[in-house]
């Protein structure tokens, strides 16, 4: 946000004691802790607030983790999940498939080599 590095922080600091002096900077220290005390209470108060008012969602968060996305653990669940036979029973209704001809194909996938 600000791109400061600790070297500036501290020149910073340096300048500010400097500026403020040496009578004034234990009160102005004192505002300072007074003020991140009462920032962190605010922020603590929010996210309570935020977790009362959304409730549980029933979202696994852990599993919508980025870092832990693998497309190829996705498509092979997708692949090898047997579907259910009522779905099964409906897509085949849907597109007009008698629900013997619906029944998954057992093998590898058809490969074409002239297909490009």
Do not use: C
């Not at 653990?73 to 029973?89: G, H, Y």
């Amino acid at each position: 946000m600000f791109d400061i590095n600790g070297g500036e922080l501290i020149v910073l600091f340096v300048v500010a004691a400097l500026v403020i002096g040496p009578q004034r900077l234990p009160a102005y220290a004192e505002q300072l802790a007074v003020l991140v005390r009462r920032g962190r209470e605010w922020i603590s108060q929010a996210r309570t607030r935020l977790d009362e008012e959304t409730g549980d969602l029933g979202v696994d968060w852990e599993a919508l983790d980025p870092r832990k996305y693998d497309p190829r653990r996705i498509v092979r669940d997708a692949l090898l999940d047997e579907p259910s036979t009522a779905r099964r029973a409906a897509a085949s209704a849907v597109v007009g498939i008698p629900p013997a001809a619906s029944a998954p194909l057992v093998g590898p996938a058809p490969y074409d080599d002239e297909a490009t």
